[in-house]
């Protein structure tokens, strides 16, 4: 198979961790007979820079006609560069919610699974771990909040600001769908996070989910509340399979769930339209205070790549390759600085990246 990738390095750890993903890649595509072409452009600061804007319609245009898109990272430090110093829609940030809303980007995948040579860790006591959790957070991409009408204006001299928290039933169904999906490819268990005793658009997504929900009689599905789903988090992880949600509470949640494996510097996600295409990338930040010190963890950005594997081109014995890989690595005691435990040995993002390449068959 010949698979075109746009590659987005972006800001800061972003172009490290994106080349080791690709390093992984190739070696992958090495074993099993494919070939990766990779398109590279520019999102975010570093797309500020050179053309003024924080994503082109070039950019936008040549992720379009590529087969995935592989994202590093964006933005910076906002207390200390000109990037911020300007309208929140040329921040580095707007980058990255033009470009899902561009390719359709509805479906947000992040898992959270809790590695056993990581259980140190994790912040929650063992007693609360136990055999440890494997949950993927499903969250819709764009809509609610964040793409709603806002505005800010004096009314009576006295600033005030709205933003608008809208959604349609063919929205909350589509993400339902794939919810339930991709339930029923691990423990078929949903549970669908809301604030329906408040919100009227959850009463319609607790009224649609269910709907779904009658299409998948094996699946069970469960609602809770989003302020109770934020305490079971850490009082009871491992109860999670699916968590299927809306735009801002999938934003927390998903943060929340990606500091109790132990460090965000873990973990991948998906975005996915209605097809196949998808854009991947690690749920962690741009990191600017260690850019280019070859200290940066590359494993969420490496397991992004396989999630691609999975999803955009159905190789799911290659992106078995890479996560075996990727264990292979951290049993055999390997560590990036925060990951780092007493008896392991200490590696950089580059070798990081060699040794998983390595380990792959």
Not at 181 to 195: E, L, N, T, Y
Not at 200 to 208: E, G, N, Q
Request: charged share 25%.
């Amino acid at each position: 198979m010949n698979c075109k990738i746009t590659t987005i390095p972006g800001d800061g750890i972003g172009p490290e961790i994106v080349r080791e993903a690709c390093r992984v890649l190739d070696k992958a595509g090495q074993v099993f007979g494919h070939t990766f072409t990779y398109t590279e452009v520019l999102m975010g600061g570093c797309s500020i820079d050179k053309y003024g804007v924080p994503l082109t319609e070039e950019a936008l245009e040549t992720a379009k006609n590529s087969d995935a898109v592989l994202l590093g990272a964006v933005g910076g430090n906002v207390g200390n560069s000109r990037w911020y110093d300007v309208a929140p829609n040329l921040r580095p940030e707007a980058g990255l919610l033009a470009i899902r809303k561009g390719l359709n980007l509805f479906a947000n995948i992040r898992p959270a699974y809790l590695y056993q040579e990581l259980a140190d860790a994790c912040p929650l006591k063992k007693e609360i771990i136990g055999d440890g959790f494997d949950m993927v957070i499903m969250r819709e991409l764009t809509g609610g909040l964040y793409f709603g009408e806002r505005h800010t204006e004096e009314v009576d001299g006295v600033l005030q600001a709205t933003d608008t928290l809208t959604y349609n039933e063919n929205e909350i169904r589509r993400i339902a769908v794939k919810a339930f999906d991709i339930a029923m490819k691990r423990k078929k268990h949903v549970i669908s996070v809301d604030k329906a005793n408040v919100l009227d658009s959850s009463r319609l997504w607790r009224k649609v989910v269910e709907e779904v929900a009658a299409d998948y009689p094996e699946v069970k599905l469960e609602h809770m509340l989003v302020d109770n789903c934020a305490m079971q988090l850490v009082m009871n992880p491992g109860q999670f399979d699916v968590v299927l949600t809306e735009n801002m509470f999938g934003d927390i949640l998903s943060d929340e769930a990606s500091m109790i494996t132990g460090s965000i510097g873990m973990l991948s996600s998906a975005s996915l339209n209605e097809t196949k295409f998808g854009m991947y990338e690690p749920s962690h930040g741009s990191a600017p205070d260690i850019a280019g010190k070859d200290i940066a963890n590359p494993i969420a950005t490496i397991l992004s790549a396989a999630m691609m594997l999975r999803y955009s081109f159905d190789l799911d014995r290659e992106a078995d390759a890479i996560e075996a890989a990727v264990q292979k690595a951290l049993t055999e005691g390997y560590r990036t600085s925060d990951i780092m435990a007493e008896g392991c040995t200490l590696v950089g993002t580059t070798r990081m990246g060699e040794l998983i390449a390595g380990y792959i068959e």
